[in-house]
């Protein structure tokens, strides 16, 4: 048997350290040598519960990259800030995808993100008012402890009420955009 090194390849690129201003454009200049997966609609920067940036990203690779090719760009900057940089897969991207692409086939529903932790379905219902949700349609997302994560699904019972929903919710609720 002749002795051989299996050289661990990835697919996905995990980012830490971005600023809170970078573009898709930024990131996928930032790793120059590599193909990024559908340019810039393979880079996710990922929100906060408050609907911003919050400093990680992914970068999905069209070919996969061994780690020492990954880690060449740890700790190099983008804006004068240094990135960290992990190899990464697509079940950690998923994780935190997944929330924002919920597939739901038995309505027209909207994610809302950045709500006060207070707020009440009451208070989203208010907010719509005059929009058709569907009956039971709000719901308030809480963490393993129960508690309010800032993010609510509404459920609308047309496309149109989702359309004109979409609009809305970047009027002020409680003091706070959603």
Do not use: W
């Not at 700790?75 to 940089?85: A, C, D, G, P, S």
């Not at 719509?128 to 459920?155: H, K, M, R, W």
């Amino acid at each position: 048997f002749a002795n051989y090194c299996m050289i661990a390849m990835f697919s996905v690129i995990r980012l830490r350290g971005l600023p809170f201003t970078v573009t898709e454009s930024e990131i996928v200049s930032f790793f120059q040598g590599l193909m990024i997966a559908r340019g810039e609609a393979g880079v996710h920067v990922i929100l906060g519960d408050d609907g911003r940036p919050s400093g990680d990203g992914f970068v999905e690779l069209q070919q996969a990259a061994d780690e020492n090719t990954i880690l060449s760009y740890h700790k190099k900057n983008i804006n004068h800030r240094y990135i960290e940089v992990f190899p990464s897969d697509y079940d950690e991207l998923n994780q935190y995808l997944a929330p924002q692409e919920e597939n739901f086939s038995d309505g027209f529903v909207v994610r809302i993100r950045g709500l006060p932790y207070d707020i009440t379905k009451e208070d989203v219902s208010h907010f719509f008012a005059g929009l058709n949700i569907s009956y039971d349609g709000v719901g308030i997302l809480v963490d393993s402890n129960d508690q309010p994560t800032g993010e609510a699904f509404v459920q609308f019972e047309t496309q149109m009420d989702a359309d004109m929903a979409k609009k809305k919710k970047r009027e002020r609720n409680k003091q706070r955009d959603f």
